[in-house]
């Protein structure tokens, strides 16, 4: 009697769609708290702090008549914060690029060709220090 399961035959496991245990506990954790993942998803969040469309309330200090006051100001995301978001965002819209070994005929390495680079004519006086 065959054992094992035919080509393209599954058996067992977690059916295709089911979350894991901890996806189901954080997509609970979320909607716990208030988040509507169809609106407020974190993909959708990343995507709008690298567009601009998203400010963070900071508190800065301002002065004033009365002297120094802290007030709340909603500042766009800084450059920094922005293309971090863009570089998390982009792993979800293209696969990762992998490193590929370039070798020459037969696996053996590419041939190494030296190169002279010229500058133009050398300066009379040679080092263009002021030897003096």
């Known amino acids: ?3 094992g399961s035919k080509p393209g035959e599954r058996r067992g496991g977690r059916k295709r769609g089911v979350p894991n245990r901890q ?3 954080l997509r609970a954790l ?3 708290n208030g988040v509507d993942l169809e609106k407020d998803h974190p993909v959708l969040f990343l995507t709008r702090v690298y567009i601009g469309s998203f400010t963070m309330p900071v ?9 120094p006051q ?3 100001r909603d500042l766009p995301a800084t450059p920094e ?9 982009a792993n979800y819209l293209e696969p990762k690029r992998k490193a590929i070994e370039h070798t ?3 696996g053996e390495p590419l041939p190494a060709t030296p ?3 010229l500058f133009g004519p050398e300066k009379e006086g040679g080092d263009g220090e002021d030897g003096d």
């Not at 914060?81 to 965002?89: G, I, N, P, T």
Request: overall charge negative; charged content about 30%.
């Open 23 to 25: 996806t189901r506990e």
């Open 70 to 72: 802290q007030v709340v």
């Open 81 to 89: 914060l922005r293309v971090k978001c863009a570089a998390e965002v």
């Open 30 to 32: 979320l909607e716990a």
């Open 59 to 67: 508190i800065v200090t301002e002065t004033t008549e009365d002297g």
């Open 104 to 106: 020459g005929a037969d």
């Open 1 to 3: 009697m065959a054992r």
């Open 115 to 117: 190169v002279m680079i």
